[in-house]
Every structure is written in structure tokens, then in C-alpha cells.
């Protein structure tokens, strides 16, 4: 390990430690409170215990004042050498360092200042640390280095601290939302023989004890359906999917997605439950109204619908009812939206590629793009007053798509068809269009009631409530390239 010079002196304070007696890597230490709980404490005289890292270290004569931070919050403690010895006060003033772990065990007061303060009587030293933080004022300006580091962001960065713990709280708080609806958490399979349940291009991986060539999940989908063919009414999983295409600030390889299924019910009752859901973190949050990109978005009520057909007609002129393949590739070169592999691609992707443009990137409060084009949704229920539509919504929230749900298919032969037309526009050149996944249209042969499902985005959901225009902001280790 390659220490600064700064890191060697530390390494010498260890061993100076280690011969007198003291160990400066503890086993444990427990609390009596928090550093939020400290501070709230009256002045008194019964003991208590509290711990975290040092973020602040001021030493003045015979006092030295620290700042110690734990999850909870910060806490300032106060080494006088009248309270602890002339022994101990001398030794811990000058072996400290900032970044170290301890522990303290003293009396709560008041300073003149008016701060919460514990007076130290007994300091015990947790973790000896060899490498510096950043410095508190700057912090870490670094953009990468806050992805690649973000152990030392969360430690000296309050705020990207609380993001995250907000976003394990929303998680937890859906869990037990979608709980109480009566949903039943599963786990489906990460490794997969061919991908299926979305429109993406996989990571290919290989099973060395079966000798497979395997994909990593795109999506839960199928599996989740395999689990309504078994008898099971409502699922969800918060499932870990990888998808090997573009990086930019709205997209990741690797994301988690919630999905969720309900047997027995359609659509519009997904509707309604996504607005109940609005509701739940709008409590959550304590607040029904939230700031995005300098936008002020409304959570909770009733969501309004845009049917994507008419939107896009009243937009292009083009009724997608009736336009040939290539009159839409038409409209996207003379609108001069940018799409790779053009040519070769399926009127699905077509469809959304110009959906993406003149509807969706113009949608600020949350909306429900209802009624898409049965090309659009390989997976999706046609509507029984329409066939060249499905019952299919996607919530749109600041121009981005959060949920995408719709009433499932659960017609066999149905499914295999669509398959069958995904799989010759992937011989024909579309990249991201399906595989034939024939073992799901056998699970789909022995039965699958009806049933609705939906899937979110949990990294743009958190982006969205938090303000982050980048998902990296808000995942806590995103992938990075070795450094050289």
C-alpha cells in the first residue's frame, strides 16, 4: 500500500500506540445514543456513550474540541485535561488525527455558545486511520473521483449522505406499500439462457459447469409471469437488470427495476395504484410538490392521460394507424432526430424513436401516455375495441419515463406470433429486437389468468425526487474504468 507522507506519519503513530499498550484497531464499542440523540439530550449528569469519526479536530491549550459524525448526524465533544488527566489529554490531542473512528463516554452540557456538547471523560480509539479525508471545505471537486471514491464523499459530504439514506428509505417505504396492497416479493434469475421480457441488448456471459452460453436479466418479466402461471396472484421484485448499450446521464448498464404483477385485474387498476403510490411518497417525502431542472412537479391526485396515437398526429401530421415504415423513417430524418441503424430498424423501434422526440421530452408533470401501438409492446394485451392498439400506459415525469405498464398477454398463440415477427426483424437487422422465447410461450400454453404489470425505474425514480440529473449520482458505486 502507497502511503502519502501524511499516511506514513500516521503509520508511525500506530506503532508508537501499539508500544504503549493501546490497540488502535478496537472490536467494538457500544453506544448509549446517537449524535442526533446527544444533541437533543438536557444538560445532566448521568454518563453516556456515543461514537463516529472525527471530522473536526481544534486543540487550544489544555482543551481541544472535536466533532465527531456517525449516521445519524454530527456532535461536537470536548477533551479537557482537567476532566481526563494530564496523561491521557496529552496523548489523545496529539495521536489523533482527523478520519479517526472512537469512542467517548461523558456528561452532556451546554457551551457558551449554546451548542450540545459532551465533556469527554473516557476516550477509547476505534480505528487508527493512515489516509486523510478530503478537506472539509472543498470536499471532493472531482467528478469522477466522487464515483470512484464515493466512501469519501458519503463521509464528508452531508448531503450525498442523506440522499442515499433517502433512497433506502423510499425502497423500504414501497416494499411495505406494495405489501399492504397485497403483493408477495419474489426473486427470479439473474442468469438466463437468451433474453426476453424487454427490447435491449444483453451482456452474454458463459456457464462453465453447464457449458452454456448465457445472458444476464434485461428485465424480470417473464419469469414474474412464469410465477402467475404457478398460482401465485400479485409479485414484485426489486431486480438488479443489465443491458449492455449506451451510457449517458439518463441511462446505465446496470439499474434496478421494480416490477410488479397482478393477476386478475387490468390496466386502469394499475393507474390507480401507481396514483396511490404518488400519494405514499409524497408522505413520505413530506411534501406534495417537488423542484426538477428549475421545474416545479405536483406529487399525489389524479394523473392525467395523453393517447400517444392522436398526440403524435396532432405533432406530425402521421397517423400511425395507417403509415408505412417508411413515411415514418421520413419524419424522423426531416425532424432530424438522431437514430442509429435507421434503416434496418423495426416499425416498433421507429415508433418510439419518434415518440421520444415530439411527445415525450415535452412532458413536465406526471402523465400517463396511454393506447400505444400494438408494434410498441411485443408483450402487451391488444385492446378489444382496437387490435392495432394495446392497453398499455407509460407514466412521464419531466421528459422521462418512470413506469411502463400495461395488461399482460396471456393469449399463447398470440405471443408466439409476436415473437416470431421480433425475431425476423432481428434477422433483418434490429439489433434490439427479441429473441423467440419459446420455454415462455410453453409456461403461457398451460394457463396465465389475466393480469397487469408494471415496471420502474428505481435509479430515475430517485434521480427524479432528489434533483439528480445524473443516475450515478444516485447509485452508490456505479461502474467506473480501472484507472491506469
Known amino acids: 500500500m502507497k502511503l502519502t507522507q501524511e499516511g506514513i506519519i500516521r503509520r508511525e503513530k500506530v506503532a508508537k500506540l501499539r508500544e504503549a499498550g493501546i490497540q488502535p484497531y478496537a472490536d467494538s464499542f457500544q453506544k448509549t445514543h446517537t449524535a442526533a440523540e446527544a444533541g437533543k439530550l438536557p444538560d445532566g449528569k448521568t454518563k453516556i456513550a456515543v461514537r463516529g469519526r472525527i471530522l473536526m479536530f481544534r486543540a487550544m491549550g489544555k482543551l481541544a474540541f472535536l466533532r465527531i459524525s456517525d449516521q445519524t448526524g454530527s456532535y461536537q465533544i470536548i477533551l479537557q485535561q482537567e476532566e481526563m488527566g494530564e496523561t491521557e489529554f496529552k496523548l489523545w490531542s496529539k495521536q489523533l488525527d482527523l478520519g479517526d473512528f472512537v469512542g467517548v463516554i461523558g456528561k452532556t452540557f451546554t457551551t457558551k455558545h449554546g451548542e450540545k456538547s459532551l465533556l469527554v471523560e473516557k476516550l477509547t480509539l476505534l480505528t487508527k486511520t493512515l489516509s486523510p479525508l478530503p478537506e472539509k471545505f472543498h470536499g471532493i471537486e472531482d467528478t469522477e473521483k466522487r464515483y470512484r471514491e464515493r466512501y469519501l464523499e458519503l463521509a464528508t459530504n452531508r448531503e450525498t449522505f442523506e440522499r442515499f439514506l433517502l433512497r433506502s428509505k423510499l425502497v423500504s417505504g414501497l416494499r411495505k406499500f406494495f405489501e399492504k396492497e397485497g403483493f408477495i416479493e419474489v426473486e427470479t434469475p439473474v442468469l438466463q439462457s437468451k433474453p426476453s421480457g424487454a427490447v435491449a441488448t444483453p451482456f452474454f456471459t458463459h456457464h462453465n459447469a453447464l457449458d452454456l452460453d448465457?445472458?444476464?436479466?434485461?428485465?424480470?418479466?417473464?419469469?414474474?409471469?412464469?410465477?402467475?402461471?404457478?398460482?401465485?396472484?400479485?409479485?414484485?421484485?426489486?431486480?438488479?437488470?443489465?443491458?449492455?448499450?449506451?451510457?449517458?446521464?439518463?441511462?446505465?448498464?446496470?439499474?434496478?427495476?421494480?416490477?410488479?404483477?397482478?393477476?386478475?385485474?387490468?390496466?386502469?387498476?394499475?393507474?390507480?395504484?401507481?396514483?396511490?403510490?404518488?400519494?405514499?411518497?409524497?408522505?413520505?417525502?413530506?411534501?406534495?410538490?417537488?423542484?426538477?431542472?428549475?421545474?416545479?412537479?405536483?406529487?399525489?391526485?389524479?394523473?392525467?392521460?395523453?393517447?400517444?396515437?392522436?398526440?403524435?398526429?396532432?405533432?406530425?401530421?402521421?397517423?400511425?394507424?395507417?403509415?408505412?415504415?417508411?413515411?415514418?423513417r421520413a419524419k424522423i430524418k426531416e425532424l432530424k432526430i438522431e437514430v442509429a441503424n435507421l434503416p434496418k430498424l423495426g416499425r416498433g423501434n421507429l415508433i418510439d424513436a419518434l415518440y421520444k422526440k415530439v411527445l415525450r421530452e415535452k412532458i413536465v408533470n406526471p402523465t400517463f401516455i396511454v393506447n400505444h401501438p400494438v408494434e410498441l409492446s411485443p408483450l402487451s394485451r391488444r385492446n378489444d375495441a382496437n387490435p392495432k392498439r394495446v392497453d398499455r400506459f407509460q407514466l412521464v415525469i419531466a421528459g422521462a419515463e418512470l413506469i411502463n405498464a400495461f395488461s399482460e398477454l396471456s393469449d399463447a398463440m398470440d405471443q408466439a406470433e409476436r415473437f416470431e415477427a421480433q425475431a425476423k426483424a432481428k434477422a433483418g437487422g434490429d439489433k434490439e429486437a427479441m429473441d423467440n422465447d419459446e420455454d415462455f410461450v410453453k409456461a403461457l400454453s398451460h394457463g396465465m389468468p389475466p393480469a397487469a404489470g408494471l415496471g420502474m425505474g428505481i435509479d430515475r425514480l430517485v434521480a427524479l425526487l432528489t434533483n439528480q440529473e445524473n443516475l450515478k449520482d444516485v447509485i452508490l458505486f456505479p461502474l467506473m474504468k480501472p484507472e491506469k
Open 214 to 328: 448465457c445472458v444476464l436479466r434485461i428485465a424480470p418479466e417473464t419469469y414474474l409471469k412464469r410465477c402467475l402461471v404457478g398460482g401465485f396472484e400479485k409479485v414484485f421484485e426489486f431486480a438488479r437488470c443489465f443491458r449492455n448499450e449506451g451510457i449517458d446521464p439518463t441511462h446505465l448498464q446496470d439499474f434496478t427495476m421494480m416490477e410488479l404483477y397482478a393477476a386478475y385485474e387490468n390496466y386502469e387498476y394499475l393507474m390507480e395504484l401507481v396514483e396511490k403510490m404518488f400519494g405514499e411518497i409524497a408522505k413520505l417525502l413530506d411534501k406534495k410538490e417537488i423542484e426538477v431542472e428549475g421545474k416545479k412537479i405536483t406529487l399525489g391526485g389524479k394523473i392525467p392521460r395523453v393517447d400517444l396515437v392522436e398526440a403524435i398526429k396532432k405533432e406530425t401530421g402521421l397517423d400511425l394507424d395507417t403509415v408505412s415504415d417508411e413515411e415514418i
